[in-house]
Nanobody, 124 residues
């Protein structure tokens, strides 16, 4: 089970940190990702990290503003979001996948387990 938290309302230019806590199984062997879905839009990839943290991928629109990190001891993945923009407004979902493949790491089909989502609203 994945539990996402940390969402909220923030002004443009502000920061939020999302957390994704895993329970029920050890996710230290999984790759973890963050996706987001705005109203009327498809779910889109935001960031992903391998278990070792040795490989990290971001979508272009958040590169340089968001940072994904993981704490295997706590079975938790974080998404630090800085310099937030109104276009970052969405429900953010964390996901876990059994492997990290370049061909699927940025698509929902590359992940096996999903959290319930946390709302991020950025006011301009």
């Amino acid at each position: 089970q994945l539990q996402a938290s940390g969402g909220g309302l923030v002004q443009a230019g502000g920061s939020l940190r999302l957390s994704c806590a895993a329970s029920g199984r050890t996710f230290s062997t999984y790759a973890m990702g963050w996706f987001r879905q705005a109203p009327g839009k498809e779910r889109e990839f935001v960031a992903a990290i391998t278990r070792s943290g040795g490989r990290i991928v971001y979508t272009d629109s958040v590169n340089g503003r968001f940072t994904i990190s993981g704490d295997n001891a706590k079975n938790t993945v974080y998404l630090q979001m800085n310099s937030l923009k109104s276009e970052d407004t969405a429900v953010y979902y964390c996901a876990a996948g059994a492997r990290f493949l370049a061909s699927t790491a940025t698509t929902p089909s590359g992940y096996d387990y999903w959290g319930q989502g946390t709302q991020v609203t950025v006011s301009s």
